[in-house]
């Protein structure tokens, strides 16, 4: 068994939501998954992951969507220091790129914002900036319930990828 994985299944309760909420901050979930322990291997609470997820409510999938940075931004004061070291390496293609695309990106999340009422989820990992802005204005012709449920499946691939991460440590 991973190591990490078995350390977090004996742990207290409190000390075991913290590496969650890193994963991703709703707390409702974090508070479900811990309350399922113990898990065979990561394979078994990435499949549980998924299937909680999958049960929150929007005040939940709000509560996560909250924690992040907009798409190039470089900090956010409401996550965890892991969470925004992670942040900004899924989102480091959007760092280093010229100022009329961070503009665009800018506009855009602000856009995205007034229209959906949170933030700007995607996926980053992989993609580049360009990439992100033509997903954002893509999704800016959806609805609100159809782009929270995209929002809500892009959050379920972050913390995929997160959990995959702090597991591998």
């Not at 709000?62 to 956010?76: C, K, N, S, V």
């Not at 965890?80 to 280093?96: G, P």
């Amino acid at each position: 068994m991973n190591l990490t994985l078995k350390a977090w299944n004996d742990a207290p309760n409190e000390i075991a939501i913290a590496p969650l909420l890193d994963c991703c901050a709703s707390r409702e979930w974090a508070q479900q998954l811990v309350s399922m322990r113990p898990f065979q291997d990561m394979e078994c609470l990435i499949n549980a992951a998924s299937q909680v997820w999958a049960t929150m409510q929007e005040a939940d999938l709000m509560q996560a969507f909250r924690a992040h940075p907009r798409i190039g931004e470089r900090t956010h004061t409401q996550s965890t220091e892991q969470f925004i070291t992670w942040s900004l390496k899924e989102q480091s293609s959007a760092s280093d790129v010229a100022e009329e695309t961070l503009q665009a990106l800018r506009s855009g999340n602000i856009l995205y914002e007034e229209q959906f009422g949170f933030t700007y989820i995607v996926c980053a990992t992989g993609k580049s900036a360009g990439d992100m802005i033509d997903i954002l204005n893509y999704r800016l012709s959806s609805n609100r319930q159809t782009e929270l449920l995209e929002a809500a499946e892009q959050q379920r691939q972050i913390t995929e990828i997160r959990l995959r991460k702090w597991l591998n440590i």
